[in-house]
C-alpha cells in the first residue's frame, strides 16, 4: 500500500509516473529493451531526451537563447560550477545568505572568487528571507546569487532582487516548476531533480546563452558549461533513466494543466495546512508568514517529545517522513507538486485529532 509520503527529497512522484514507468520498464515502446538498457546515441533515446528538453522548455517558457542542460553532481556540484564558470570578470559575487543550502554555496565560492554576503537571515534560525536593499549590491559584480526556496525553512523568496545587469543565479531545487516563472528575469537557473522534477541523478540547469563560455580553459572539461552546451548534454553518459522519468514527469504536468494549473492546485494545498496552523492552539508554524513557502511547510507543537509522538503516530497513520530538519527540528511536510490535495486534507485531518486528543 501506497503511504502519503512528505519527504523533502527525493520525494513523491505521481502515480501515474510510475505506473507508467512500470509498463514501459522491460520493454520500451518497440526498442525491445527497457530504457536503462538503451545507448544514449541510439536514436529511441535521442527522442526521449530531446522530448524531455522540448517539454520543459514548452511548461517553463524558455527562450531559445537560454541553454538547457541535464547534468550530474546535483545541485551541490552546481555551487561549484557556478563560481568557477561565471566568476570571471570582477571575481566578486553578490550571495543573500537564506540557509544551509545558500551557505554551502557561499562556501564553494569562496574558493574562486571575493564573496560578498548582502544579508544573512542566520541569527534568527533563517526563519525569513534576508531584509536587503537594492543599494546593496555591487554593479560590478559578476553575479547576484540566491537560493530562491528553502527546503529546510519553509521560506521562499516572493519577489526577486532586482539586480539590474548583473546576472542574477538562483537555486531553484525545492520550487521548479511550483509556480509560473519568468526565466528571463535569471542568468542562471538550476535544480536538483529529486524533489518536484523526478528521481535523483539529473541536475536540470538553465543558462542565458551569454553566460556560457566564459570559463577559463584551465577548469575540468566536465565542469565547464560549454562542453555541455557543445554537446547537448551528451559529452558522456547522461543519466539516461533519471531523464526519461523527467519527461514522463513533464507529460504528467502537461495533462495536469501546466504550470499555471500546477500552481493553483499547490496554493490550495498549502493554503489548506497554513490556514489550520494559523488557528491551531497546539501546531505553529515557524517561517514567517510573509515568506512562506508553498512547497515546504515545517512546524512545531513547542514540546520535543509531543513533536516527536506525533511523527511517531502519522507513521503509523500512513502520513510519513515528517520529520523535520535535525537543524530546525519539529515537523516538515513537504507537498511538491506530486502531493495530491487528498494527502494534505488527510495531514489536517490527523493534525485536527491529535490537537483534541493533547489538548
Ligand atoms: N539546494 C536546495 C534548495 C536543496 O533543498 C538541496 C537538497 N535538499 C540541495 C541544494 C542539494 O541538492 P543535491 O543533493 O542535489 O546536491
Avoid at 543550502?101 to 560578498?116: P, Q, R, T, Y
Avoid at 494545498?269 to 517561517?287: H, M
Wanted: net charge negative.
Amino acid at each position: 500500500m501506497r503511504v502519503y509520503n512528505f519527504s523533502a527529497g527525493p520525494a513523491v512522484l505521481p502515480l501515474e509516473v510510475l505506473e507508467k514507468a512500470q509498463r514501459e520498464l522491460v520493454c520500451f515502446e518497440d526498442a525491445g529493451m527497457s530504457v536503462m538498457e538503451m545507448s544514449h546515441r541510439s536514436k529511441a533515446y535521442m527522442k526521449i531526451i530531446e522530448e524531455a528538453e522540448a517539454k520543459l522548455r514548452s511548461l517553463m517558457n524558455i527562450p531559445d537563447h537560454y541553454k538547457v542542460l541535464f547534468l550530474q553532481g546535483g545541485a551541490s556540484l552546481q555551487f561549484a560550477m557556478v563560481p568557477m564558470n561565471l566568476m570571471v570578470g570582477s571575481k566578486k559575487a553578490d550571495f543573500i545568505d537564506s540557509g544551509v543550502w545558500s551557505s554551502k554555496a557561499i562556501k564553494e565560492a569562496k574558493k574562486f572568487g571575493k564573496v560578498n554576503v548582502i544579508a544573512s537571515s542566520k541569527s534568527d534560525t533563517y526563519s525569513h528571507i534576508p531584509t536587503y536593499k537594492k543599494s546593496q549590491f555591487d554593479k560590478d559584480a559578476d553575479y547576484v546569487y540566491i537560493c530562491e526556496n528553502n527546503t529546510i525553512y519553509g521560506t521562499k523568496f516572493k519577489t526577486l532582487p532586482e539586480t539590474g545587469d548583473v546576472p542574477l543565479v538562483a537555486d531553484l531545487s525545492s520550487c521548479i516548476m511550483s509556480e509560473v516563472i519568468d526565466v528571463t528575469k535569471y542568468g542562471v537557473i538550476f535544480a536538483g531533480a529529486q524533489k518536484n522534477l523526478g528521481p535523483a541523478g539529473v541536475t536540470v540547469v538553465i543558462i542565458r546563452e551569454d553566460l556560457v563560455g566564459k570559463a577559463d580553459e584551465i577548469i575540468p572539461t566536465m565542469l565547464n558549461y560549454q562542453t555541455h552546451v557543445d554537446n547537448d548534454s551528451m559529452f558522456n553518459t547522461p543519466p539516461t533513466y533519471a531523464i526519461y522519468m523527467l519527461k514522463l514527469v513533464f507529460e504528467w504536468v502537461e495533462a495536469q494543466g501546466g504550470v499555471a494549473a500546477i500552481e493553483a492546485r499547490n496554493k490550495e494545498k498549502a493554503a489548506l495546512l497554513y490556514d489550520f496552523l494559523d488557528q491551531s492552539e497546539l501546531f505553529k508554524g515557524t517561517a514567517a508568514i510573509e515568506d512562506r513557502s508553498l512547497m515546504n511547510v515545517p512546524f512545531v507543537t513547542g514540546d520535543e517529545v509531543l513533536d516527536a509522538a506525533f511523527v511517531k503516530s502519522a507513521t503509523a497513520c500512513g502520513l510519513v517522513n515528517l520529520k523535520g530538519h535535525r537543524s530546525v527540528g519539529g515537523m516538515r511536510a513537504s507537498i511538491y507538486n506530486a502531493m495530491p490535495i487528498e494527502g494534505v486534507k488527510a495531514l489536517v485531518d490527523f493534525m485536527k485529532a491529535f490537537e483534541i486528543e493533547h489538548k
